[in-house]
């Protein structure tokens, strides 16, 4: 039976397009029933129009609290009883109640080789350190920002003269692989969250999750 999966965004929806294109051509077995956003004008609720599929605005500016909306949030959703939370550029921290609300089936990608570089500025900070290489991460959420379990790995080399944006642009290409995998194993149940760590196919990953081998 595919899984239900909600979407919460903020902005384009670039993930959000890439898992939905993923779900047309057969490699998730999964559908997107309901596209929510904390901000009426982003992008990723046309995409969700475009598909018919719901798109919902709830604006946290409405709400006097972070739990109060947060709350709000999860009286939207469940109605759609989702299987898995899909975080594609939702700019809101999450209050510790959301978190534990869907506990073991919310993702978030996160645009840096977890642990490294959690936060904002992550394609800046990686060149700033020298770094020689940097990418995305796939990771089941929990009430540390960008913490929680790591699931799936892409990774990009930096050049000495990319920028910022030029290392942005590589790094969406991963990240339009890599959340569809990711999202395509939680359908099948190939991927688990469990209290011993993540499994995929019933193994147990390193802690930086399965990698996805380079071009």
């Known amino acids: 039976m595919s899984k239900r999966i ?21 490699q998730i077995d999964g559908r997107i029933e309901a596209v929510l956003s904390n901000k009426a004008e982003a992008y990723g609720l046309e995409r969700a129009r475009l598909a018919g599929i719901p798109a919902l605005t709830l604006k946290h500016t409405d709400f006097d609290s972070r739990e109060s909306f947060d709350q709000a949030m999860i009286k939207e959703i469940d109605q759609y009883q989702p299987d898995l939370i899909v975080l594609a550029g939702f700019m809101r921290i999450l209050s510790a109640g959301f978190v534990r609300h869907y506990h073991g089936r919310m993702f978030n ?44 790995q892409g990774k990009v080399s930096i050049n000495p003269d990319d920028s910022a944006e030029d290392l942005q642009q590589k790094v969406h290409k991963v990240e339009h692989v890599i959340y569809p995998l990711a999202v395509e194993w939680f359908c099948t149940d190939k991927l688990q969250w469990t209290p011993e760590g993540v499994l995929l196919d019933s193994k147990m990953l390193p802690v930086e999750g399965y990698q996805l081998p380079a071009n």
């Not at 909600?6 to 929806?13: H, M, N, Y």
């Not at 840096?112 to 936060?119: A, E, H, N």
């Not at 500025?121 to 790591?150: K, S, Y």
């Open 109 to 152: 990608i996160h645009p840096s080789l977890l642990p490294k570089y959690k936060g904002l500025n992550t394609h800046q900070r990686a060149i700033d350190a020298g770094d020689a290489e940097h990418g995305c991460t796939v990771h089941f959420v929990t009430e540390e920002l960008d913490g929680g379990p790591l699931a799936v």
């Open 6 to 26: 909600v979407v919460l965004i903020s902005g384009s929806g670039s993930n959000l397009q890439a898992i939905m294109d993923a779900i047309d051509a057969g």
